[in-house]
């Protein structure tokens, strides 16, 4: 029953990322794709951060349709480094920003999730117990 959750969280999560994504297709400015990759995974990665700290171990199958299957298909790793890589090639400053920044705020997005998520439940706020 979780792995079909999953699958389906993923297909919709999938299918949310397409919307964004399509529409800026080819001919648009190399910078675009990479730059609404940046915001699908930094987005992606606060709402991770707030339905693990909402639902920490309760209600485990919600946890892994709405986290592992909607966020974890919206969110793409494969298209973060493929383009980075492509936009390095052309101008490394840019590139190594683009990594920091989806990296870092990747992680500072799912932290202040995190804390929000928990204190959504009462629970205490902290990032590290």
């Known amino acids: 029953m979780t792995l079909a ?3 389906l969280g993923g297909a919709l999560g999938v299918a949310v990322r397409a919307v964004f994504v399509l529409p800026w297709g080819q001919g ?3 910078l675009v794709l990479p730059a609404i990759t940046l915001l699908i995974n930094v987005t992606g ?19 892994a349709f709405l ?3 909607v ?6 790793y494969s298209a973060f480094a493929v ?11 840019v590139g190594l920003l683009l990594a ?8 500072a997005a799912a ?4 804390v929000l998520g928990r204190r959504a439940t009462g629970r205490r706020a902290a990032v590290v117990e």
């Open 28 to 30: 648009t400015h190399p």
């Open 100 to 107: 920091a920044c989806s990296v870092l705020g990747g992680v």
């Open 111 to 114: 932290a202040w999730g995190l």
């Open 83 to 93: 383009q980075t890589v492509q936009v390095f090639g052309a101008a490394p400053v």
């Open 67 to 69: 986290g592992t299957g």
């Open 45 to 63: 990665s606060f709402l991770l951060g707030v339905v693990a700290g909402r639902l920490d171990h309760h209600r485990p199958r919600l946890r």
């Open 5 to 7: 959750l999953v699958v």
């Open 71 to 76: 966020l974890g298909g919206f969110t793409t």
